[in-house]
C-alpha cells in the first residue's frame, strides 16, 4: 500500500523548470517534517531539501539553494518542490520522504521512515 507517491518528473532543457509533488496516503504519514532527496546515476542518494511541519522552517542542499524551493500543504496532505535553472547534473530520480518523528536531522536519510517511489528527472544539455 502506497503511503507516499512522487509525481511531476520529466524531461527538461538545461535552464527550465519543473514541479515535483508528492502526495501522502494518510494523515500519519505527514505529521513530520518531508523532504526531498535524489539518486543521481551512480551516485549516493543525497539529501535536496526539508520543510517542517508548520512549513516555516525550509532546509536546502547547497546545490540547490537558490533555485529549489519547497513547500507542503498540510489540509493536502502534500509537499511540492519548484525546481527552477535545472543543470544536467540536477538529472536524477527524486524521492519524497517522510520523518519518522519530530527534531530529527534533516539531512540525514535515516531521519525518514517513509519513503516514495521516486520520479525520475532529466535535466538535457
Known amino acids: 500500500q502506497a503511503q507516499l507517491q512522487e509525481s511531476g518528473g520529466g524531461v527538461v532543457q538545461a535552464g527550465g523548470s519543473l514541479r515535483l509533488s508528492c502526495a501522502a496516503s494518510?494523515?500519519?504519514?505527514?505529521?513530520?517534517?518531508m523532504a526531498w532527496f535524489r539518486r543521481a546515476p551512480g551516485k549516493d542518494r543525497e539529501f535536496v531539501a526539508a520543510?517542517?511541519?508548520?512549513?516555516?522552517?525550509?532546509y536546502y542542499a547547497e546545490a540547490v539553494k537558490g533555485r529549489f524551493t519547497i513547500s507542503r500543504d498540510n489540509a493536502q496532505k502534500s509537499v511540492d518542490l519548484q525546481m527552477t535553472r535545472l543543470k544536467p547534473e540536477d538529472t536524477a530520480v527524486y524521492y519524497c520522504?517522510?520523518?519518522?518523528?519530530?527534531?530529527?536531522?534533516?539531512?540525514?536519510?535515516?531521519?525518514?521512515?517513509?519513503w516514495g517511489q521516486g520520479t525520475q528527472v532529466t535535466v538535457s544539455s
Open positions: 520543510v517542517t511541519w508548520s512549513g516555516k522552517g525550509q
Open positions: 494518510e494523515e500519519s504519514v505527514f505529521r513530520y517534517a
Open positions: 520522504a517522510a520523518a519518522r518523528a519530530y527534531g530529527v536531522d534533516y539531512y540525514s536519510e535515516s531521519s525518514y521512515r517513509y
